[in-house]
């Protein structure tokens, strides 16, 4: 299977060959174009007769609005079709996709320590220690909150100690 090789020379011509077709095609596509459009708007909408009284001018308005008319009614049935037609494509790509599924990639398993992850994350001139422990801020144990704080409406407390309050008191009433 020794096959030649094409030069680059060669390559760069028959491109070039080809963009020229490719260009005589697309103008004279365009020329096939403007004159199927010429066509059909000779057939569709023949000119109309100018010649005659006022009566006859107004039956001729009369006329052409009638064809915007029709006319409109095609166009927006055409562009109710092409949207539905597009939303089909749309619902045709996500379902391509939906079946395709998403590809993971296999990932490797790597372990590292955390020191090592952050030398290769920052470069290697940066030392990192990771003694996070010495950073941390000392806390002292304070009071109970019930005790700290005086009793209000958002802080009832226990219901079991409010209980024996009431109860104390309710004895302090009746003693008198």
Not at 24 to 48: F, L, R, T
Not at 128 to 133: A, F, K, Q
Not at 135 to 153: D, M
């Amino acid at each position: 299977l020794n096959r030649k090789k094409m030069t680059s020379s060669r390559r760069h011509h028959l491109k070039s060959l080809m963009l020229q077709i490719a260009a005589s095609w697309i103008e004279q596509e365009k020329k096939d174009i403007v004159v199927a459009k010429e066509a059909y708007m000779s057939e569709k909408c023949p000119p109309p007769n100018l010649g005659g009284d006022q009566s006859a001018l107004m039956e001729t308005c009369k006329k052409l609005h009638a064809l915007i008319d029709k006319i409109d009614e095609e166009r927006y049935d055409m562009e109710a079709k092409v949207q539905k037609a597009d939303k089909e494509i749309e619902d045709l790509k996500l379902k391509v996709v939906d079946l395709a599924g998403v590809k993971k990639p296999a990932l490797k398993k790597v372990r590292m320590s955390a020191d090592a992850m952050l030398k290769a994350l920052l470069g290697s001139k940066h030392t990192v220690n990771m003694d996070l422990r010495a950073n941390l801020k000392q806390v002292k144990k304070e009071k109970k909150e019930e005790e700290v704080r005086p009793r209000t409406l958002g802080n009832v407390g226990d219901w079991r100690k409010n209980v024996e309050d009431k109860a104390d008191r309710k004895k302090m009433f009746e003693a008198s």
